[in-house]
């Protein structure tokens, strides 16, 4: 049995990673500019398809442990192995190429997020505080001692929405978090 899946995996690393690694290399070669995104998303969707087709070998694994037909058992958990290995060569690509080449513009630093967080949660409201209190801009209650603002973090006793200010910015402008940071240090 312990030698069945060796050699399947054997098969794996010396016929099926290669073609795997031949494949990515064609693709470089067809693509010289092949641009950093569009190359990420191709390797997203090879990682979904690989992902599907682990959940549904992992199906007809279970499938199988409840029969005796251990061969095929075996080779299904072999296909799962190269499977899982294959997803982690694409994620480690993907990683590979999100490092950011020395400076990136689009990077959000830690002192951005700092700064961000740090702009005045009073300077983002509709109106003005009585005593830390105001209507809650979340769920647009009329209360106006629902929401409070301590800490520069907000938090409302009706909705239960609590969060600070980039938090805030995401939810009541419907931006991502790096836009948030960027609009609130901007
Ligand atoms: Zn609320």
Redesign the pocket.
Known sequence: MIDDIAEILDEWKTEVMPRVRVGIKELRAEYPDFERERRTEYLKGRMEEMIFKTFYLMNDYDDLSKGNDVDSRLFVGGQIIGSIKTIRKLQGEIIALRRPEGTNKNEITEDMKQRAREVPFESLLPGELKRGRCA??????KNVM??EVKDNRGK??????SGDTVQFVMDTQGKNFPDAVRYLIA
């Open positions: 809650c801009p979340i769920h647009g209650g629902s929401f409302c006793y009706s909705c239960h929405w």
